[in-house]
Nanobody, 120 residues
Framework: QVQLVESGGGLVQPGGSLRVSCSASGSILITYAMGWYRQAPGKNRELVATITSGGSTNYADSVKGRFTISRDNAKNTVYLQMNSLKPEDTAVYYC??????????????WGQGTQVTVSS
């Protein structure tokens, strides 16, 4: 089995910063790309940022220049540093990882989500 566990969400004022983390554990052979998605109430889940195992990154236009994705391959952990937060960043943030399991198939895995609320 593979599990993704997120942490670090919470309430922050507009203009503030927050960092969320996601650690993958279990029978992992290779972790390929990792990323963050978010879903606001009444909206579809959308991509926030992704990072390959080699460190190449991709961001949604709405977060470019404000958010930074990074990862620690030794710990199978991905981070999202969020600065200059806006109320429209309020959403449940989900971690995603493309993983090949030991003696298993390659598949996408999702975390349970962590709430980020930006409000004064």
């Amino acid at each position: 089995q593979v599990q993704l566990v997120e942490s670090g969400g919470g309430l922050v004022q507009p203009g503030g910063s927050l960092r969320v983390s996601c650690s993958a554990s279990g029978s992992i052979l290779i972790t390929y790309a990792m990323g963050w998605y978010r879903q606001a109430p009444g909206k579809n889940r959308e991509l926030v940022a992704t990072i390959t195992s080699g460190g190449s990154t991709n961001y949604a236009d709405s977060v470019k220049g404000r958010f930074t994705i990074s990862r620690d391959n030794a710990k199978n952990t991905v981070y999202l540093q969020m600065n200059s937060l806006k109320p429209e960043d309020t959403a449940v943030y989900y971690c995603n990882a493309d993983i090949r399991r030991v003696f298993g198939l390659r598949a996408d895995y999702w975390g349970q989500g962590t709430q980020v609320t930006v409000s004064s």
